[in-house]
């Protein structure tokens, strides 16, 4: 037993009788202050009322915070005020877009080409090219072609697509008889323009297929695009027909 009472003497746990008591520290009663936590010998230390406040409280081994009490008021939120209209057409239908990675808008419409007149059976398409927050249209021309080009009238409506770097309209006319690159003649005709520059000039439309883009039309393959166009609901079925760009397809 001895033994043991010594040895806890020399640790300095337990003061031997008659020894000197060790000097309290200043603010602090039996122990000592080291960088503002009072220690009692044989404790851990703890922290001043000041640093309570400012630091997490150790309980059993658990490290407890205040937390975070968060905003008293609500902050005001809503919507943001939807973006100007921008007028394209007094007298366009069956619009598309396709918006670019930049937020670009591209859009094209099929328009009458002489509403109410002698030539109210042919339209004619327009394209614009609208920039985030623009209020106008900022490619030269809203007519990508010549409209004699694409005779008869385009029923679906123009399509507009990107293709890699570069945009493709798509125009399905009915019922004027064309020649087609195969050789044979059809009074369906799916017609193709491109563009190399965000659509600031076109290339003249050529005929690419047969089917009409009623349904929908898309482009998929990755770095072999291809262009798929589906018709709406019909007799039959759905039909589809998949063009390579620079070919001649007949559904």
Known sequence: MRQIVARLVALGLIVAAGAPAAPAASGAQGGRAQNGLTQVRGTEPTATTAQARR?????RGVYRTPGYRGLRRVPRTGS?????????SPNGWNPDVHVDAAGTAH????EDLDPGGANHVNDIVRY????????????????????????????AGPRILQV???LVILTSRYPAVREHPDGGTSDRALYAATSTDGGTTWSPPVIVGTQAASGDALV???AAPRITVLSDTQTGGTVAQTV???AYVRA
């Open 220 to 222: 998929w393959g990755g």
């Open 164 to 166: 890699g770097d570069g």
């Open 80 to 88: 943001a005020p939807p973006p100007p209209s921008v007028a394209l």
């Open 55 to 59: 630091r997490p409280v150790r309980s």
């Open 128 to 155: 614009c090219r609208l920039p985030r927050g623009a209020a106008a249209c900022t490619n030269p021309s809203t007519l990508p072609f010549d409209p004699a080009l694409t005779p008869s009238e385009d029923y």
């Open 107 to 110: 859009v094209v419409w099929a």
């Open 244 to 246: 390579v760009p620079g």
